[in-house]
C-alpha cells in the first residue's frame, strides 16, 4: 500500500512552563504594522492563563465561546470580523483552548488567506493557498488536534474536516500546566478520544508501522494514567502522539457514529465518543471493557438511551452522517463496509446508546 506524504508540525516547545516561551516559536513582526491575532477560549478568562499571555499593544485577542462545536458560520464570522477591523492580516494566528479552540483557529487561519465560505473547504485537500502562520496551544488533551491536518467543523449538512496539510499549525506550545483546571468529566471524555484514536488506528487497515508506533505508545499512556497513575505530562504527550497516529492512519466506527451524535443531538465530541465506543464491544472488544473500567475508576457515567427522543428523520440524517465518514468505516471494515455496516445495523448500534 502506498502511504500518503507524511507532514508533522515542524517546530514545538514541550514541558512545564513552557508557554512562557511563546515568543520563541512566532514569526518576527516586520514593521510598526504587523500584529498577532489569539483566538483564546473565553474560559480563560476565568482560568487566568489569559494573564499569562504576552499581548503588545498591537496585537488582538479574540475570545470565543466553545458551548458549541465549531461551526463553518463562526470561522466565516470571526475571518470577516478580523479582516473589517484590522487594515493588514495578521503576521500569526495563536489559538489557546481545546480541540474546538484550536480548530476554529486553524480555520481562521486557513480562511484569512482563502475566499469564500469555509464550508466549500470541508474535505480532502481543497485548500489552494497556504493558510497565515499558526500556533497551537492545547489547554486540554486528547483531541490531537495539536497534530493533526484537519480542523473539524460543523457545517450547514455535515460535521465535517477541513483535512489540508494547510491545516496544520506551524509550531505548537505542549505546557502540561494549562490543563490543570479542566474538570474532571471533560479531561476524561477528551482523554477518551485520544485512547480511541489509538485503538481505531492500531485496529485498521490503514495502518502502519509509524502509526502503530505512535498509537501504542500513545495507548500505554492513557493506560497509565487512568488505570495506574500518571501525571499530567503523560496526557499531553499521549494526546500529541494519538494525533500523529491518525495522520498516518485513520479512524473508525467509533468516530463514524459519534459524528451523528454530534450533529444532532449536540454532544461534544469527547462524551460522543464515549457513548459511542460503549456499544461496539463486538468491534473493539477488550479495550470497550477497558474503558468501562477507566470510567468506573474515574466515578464517570455515561447518559443512556441518548436516541429515545429522536423523530424518524433525525435519525435518518444521524444514519446518513454515519455513512457519510466513508474513510473511516472503510478503514475500519474494509471498502465492503455497506455490507457489513448496514442502515439497519447503525440504527440498531444508535439505539442501545
Ligand atoms: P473543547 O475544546 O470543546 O472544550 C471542552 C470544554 O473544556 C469547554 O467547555 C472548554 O471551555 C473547557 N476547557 C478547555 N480547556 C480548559 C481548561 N484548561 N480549564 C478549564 N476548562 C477548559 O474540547 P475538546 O474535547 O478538546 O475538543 C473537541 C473538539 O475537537 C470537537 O469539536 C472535535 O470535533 C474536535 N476534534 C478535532 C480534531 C482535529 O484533529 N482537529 C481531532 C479530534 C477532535
Ligand atoms: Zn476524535
Redesign the pocket.
Known amino acids: 500500500m502506498q502511504h500518503r506524504i507524511i507532514k508533522q508540525v515542524p517546530r514545538m516547545l514541550f514541558g512545564a512552563g513552557a508557554l512562557g516561551r511563546l515568543n520563541e516559536l512566532l514569526p518576527a513582526k516586520n514593521g510598526a504594522k504587523d500584529w498577532y491575532l489569539y483566538v483564546v ?1 473565553e ?2 478568562r476565568t ?1 487566568g ?1 489569559l494573564d499569562r499571555l504576552d499581548l503588545k499593544p498591537e496585537d488582538k485577542l479574540y475570545t470565543i465561546s ?1 458551548a458549541k ?2 461551526t463553518t458560520v463562526q470561522v466565516d464570522e470571526l475571518r470577516d470580523l478580523v479582516l473589517k477591523e484590522n487594515e493588514n492580516r495578521p503576521a500569526a494566528v495563536i489559538s489557546l ?7 476554529v483557529g486553524k480555520a481562521t487561519a486557513v480562511m484569512l488567506n482563502n475566499e469564500g465560505s469555509s464550508a466549500q473547504y470541508q474535505g480532502w485537500d481543497l485548500v489552494p493557498n497556504p493558510a497565515v502562520f499558526k500556533v497551537g496551544i492545547p ?2 488533551a ?4 495539536e497534530a ?1 491536518r ?3 467543523l460543523t457545517g450547514p449538512e455535515k ?1 465535517f ?1 477541513i483535512n489540508s496539510d494547510h491545516s496544520m499549525f506551524d509550531a505548537i506550545v505542549l505546557d502540561p500546566e ?6 474532571a468529566e ?1 479531561r476524561f ?2 482523554a477518551m ?1 485520544c485512547y480511541i484514536h489509538c485503538v481505531e488506528s492500531l485496529r485498521g487497515t490503514m495502518i502502519n508501522e509509524i502509526a502503530a508506533a505512535y498509537a501504542s505508545k500513545a495507548l500505554e499512556m492513557c493506560q497509565t494514567v487512568f488505570l495506574s497513575k500518571g501525571e499530567e505530562d503523560k496526557l499531553m504527550v499521549a494526546s500529541y502522539m494519538g ?1 500523529l497516529s ?1 495522520v498516518n492512519s485513520e479512524v473508525g466506527i467509533c468516530h463514524a457514529l459519534s459524528y451523528g451524535l ?1 450533529l444532532i443531538l449536540g454532544y ?3 462524551i460522543a465518543n464515549c457513548i459511542a465506543f460503549n456499544v461496539l464491544e463486538e468491534y473493539y472488544d477488550e479495550h470497550v471493557v477497558e474503558m468501562r473500567e477507566m470510567m468506573k475508576r474515574e466515578g464517570v457515567t455515561l447518559p443512556t438511551n441518548v436516541c429515545a427522543g429522536l423523530k424518524p428523520e433525525e435519525l435518518e440524517a444521524m444514519v446518513d452522517m454515519t455513512l457519510r465518514m466513508e474513510r473511516p468505516l472503510t478503514n475500519a471494515l474494509g471498502e465492503n463496509y455497506k455490507d457489513i455496516l448496514t442502515k439497519e445495523k447503525i440504527r440498531e448500534l444508535y439505539a442501545n446508546m
Open positions: 477560549d474560559v480563560h482560568t492563563l466553545t462545536e465549531p483552548g481545546g480541540g474546538s479552540t484550536m480548530d489547554t486540554l486528547g483531541t490531537g488536534a493533526s484537519t480542523a473539524v460535521k474536516g494549562l490543563s490543570g483546571t479542566v474538570p471533560q471524555y477528551t478520544d494525533g491518525i454530534s461534544r465530541h469527547g
